[in-house]
């Protein structure tokens, strides 16, 4: 039996099941109303590339939507990598532009202002280069701070929200 990931599929397609050989049946497998066959593994096919998901609290502390997916990535990367790939709290990551839009999607120059966006706020730097791969330092203590700075702020407007307002005097 093969063992894939079908976490696209499950959201998008009923009742998959992976056959011997890889061979994808659907509900969708049927002639539809207007003649059209839509197989179920050329769905796969377009959709068959691994989700691209991060944590929404990233695009808060960093600006945007594409800064927090790109700062989402390196913290996965981090997750995955060995101890000498770290220098006391920073995370050192060596990533082509080619390599980030694979993974994530982000066009080159869109990884350009995603990068700056992110020094400015403090979270990486950019140590240099050797060869076609960037080097970056990510600064895991600060991304930490912000995280928790956010999580604080919520929970004081949430606790405002709540509270009832004062009557003046």
């Not at 509900?27 to 207007?34: P, Y």
């Not at 990533?95 to 990068?115: L, N």
């Not at 960037?134 to 930490?144: E, K, S, V």
Request: net charge negative; with cysteine.
């Amino acid at each position: 039996m093969l063992d894939l990931d079908l976490t696209v599929a499950d959201a998008l397609l009923p009742a998959v099941s992976v056959l011997e050989n890889s061979v994808f049946r659907t509900s969708f497998d049927e002639t539809d109303e207007d003649g059209l066959n839509v197989s179920g593994a050329a769905l796969l096919n377009l959709f068959g590339q691994p989700p691209i998901a991060f944590h929404r609290v990233y695009a808060d502390i960093s600006g945007g939507v594409l800064q927090g997916l790109w700062l989402s990535h390196a913290i996965s990367r981090a997750q995955l990598a060995e101890r000498n790939d770290f220098d006391g709290d920073d995370f050192i990551l060596r990533m082509s532009s080619d390599e980030c839009e694979k993974a994530t999607g982000i066009k080159k120059p869109q990884q350009i202002s995603c990068r700056r966006d992110l020094e400015v706020a403090g979270l990486i730097s950019v140590e240099g280069k050797q060869g076609k791969t960037t080097i970056f330092r990510i600064h895991l203590d600060a991304i930490h701070n912000a995280v928790s700075k956010d999580a604080a702020n919520d929970l004081l407007r949430w606790h405002r929200m709540q509270s009832p307002p004062s009557s003046g005097g």
